[in-house]
Each structure stands twice: as C-alpha cells, then as structure tokens.
C-alpha cells in the first residue's frame, strides 16, 4: 500500500518568512496529492491539491511542487503569519483506492 | 458550515461500554470515510463506502462496524470498547464517480474510554 513521509515534523518561523514541508510518497500509482490544515480542535480543511499531471499549482501565499520522477512534493508558504500556524498534513492517493494516505504531519509555528 | 455533520461531538464511556457515532453529508457526494486521528496526530483511514457499498475495510478491530443506511449518512459503531480506542474520529466525504477527489471533513468525535 501507500506510505506517505512528511518532514520536518516542526517548523518555527519568524512572520514574514517563507515556510517548506517536504513529503514523499511510495506508490507511483498515486495521482492525486492533497494538503490539509488543522488548527488545534478542528477538522483537517483541504488548503491546496495537486494532480499527477501538474508540476506545480500556486494558490496566493501557498504553493505546491510535485516531482514524480522522485515521488515528492513540498508546500511552500510565504510571507508567512500568525493565523498560518496550525499543523499542515500532506497526503496521496492512488488510482485503485479512494481514500487518502496521509503523512505525519507538521506542526507550523509563526513567530510574531 | 455543515455541510459534514457528526454527532455526537464528544463522547466519554467507560470500557466495555457500545457506542455509536453518526455522520451526515448534505453536498451530495457518493463516498464517505471514517479516519481515525490518534493522540499523535497521525490520521489513518477505517473504512470508506461508495454508494452505500464497502469498498475499504483497513485493519481494524471487528468490534467496529460501519454502516451506510443511504449515501447521506455513514455510522460507525464500536463494540467493547477499550482504552485504545479513545482518539478523535472524523467523517469525510467526496464525490468520486465525478472524478473529483476532495474530501471534506466532518468536525470530528472525539472519543475518551475510561
């Protein structure tokens, strides 16, 4: 089956900087790479995805980069603020499966 | 926003104990989920059903079933419950035969088993 990495599992930043979450995954059958937000208490909401035939898809301050070749993709996040901490989830599916394979997590931190 | 509803929102039982949890989607969607978030965070996936019909059944203990009385409503009930069941569980939703792959969550159950 899947197995989703994610890295770094913390992250502390200063407001204003850029923030990278790194994630790999293991099937190359996967083709769909979703990442989540979830503030302390809440549901996981969807922030950005990203489909197998895209490189890369901004969104605003957050962005995200995929690789198949080397079965990664990273959300980058800029000018980054206060509201933006919260632990951000990376995940992938595949096409023979419907639900999601999710990693570790990271737990964000903006520093004012 | 409610369009992913669960109830209830938190659940404190002593072990032994049979629960349920109830789930209820307005958006549509042909296919829901349960996940489990343990202590750590980590979100794992329980089962999932497409139009009322099994289609993910993980490892999981057999003193939890799910049932899906129509597309809109997905339970999940828990037999015997034991200390390590206590985690937050969380409905989702998708509409996958449109080939739409989003899922939305429902606000989660937290579960506490004492």
């Known amino acids: 089956g899947e197995n989703v990495e994610q890295h770094p599992s913390t992250l502390s930043v200063q407001e204003g900087d850029s923030a990278v979450i790194k994630c790999t995954y293991s099937?190359?059958?996967?083709?769909?790479f979703p990442w989540y937000k979830q503030e302390l208490g809440k549901r996981p909401q969807l922030i950005i995805d990203?489909?197998?035939?895209?490189g890369e898809k901004k969104d605003q301050r957050i962005a995200v980069t995929l690789n198949k070749t080397a079965k990664h993709f990273s959300l980058h996040i800029t000018e980054t603020q206060p509201e933006d901490s919260a632990v951000y989830f990376c995940a992938a599916r595949d096409t023979g499966r419907r639900a999601l394979t999710f990693g570790s997590g990271t737990r964000l931190q903006v520093q004012p | 926003d409610t369009a992913v509803s669960q109830t209830p929102k938190y659940l404190v039982t002593q072990m032994g104990n049979d629960k349920s949890i109830k789930c209820e989607q307005n958006l549509g969607h042909d296919t829901m989920y349960w996940y489990k978030q343990d202590s750590k965070k980590f979100l794992k996936i329980m089962f999932s059903?497409?139009?009322?019909?099994?289609?993910i059944n993980e490892t999981v203990p057999n003193r939890f079933s799910p049932k899906s009385p129509d597309k809109a409503h997905l339970n999940l009930h828990i037999n015997s419950l034991e200390l390590g069941d206590s985690a937050v569980y969380f409905c989702a939703s998708s509409w996958a035969s449109g080939g739409a792959d989003t899922q939305y969550f429902g606000p989660g159950t937290r579960l506490t088993v004492l």
């Open positions: 059903y497409n139009n009322k019909e099994l289609i």
């Open positions: 099937d190359s059958a996967s083709n769909y």
């Open positions: 990203i489909r197998s035939n895209v």
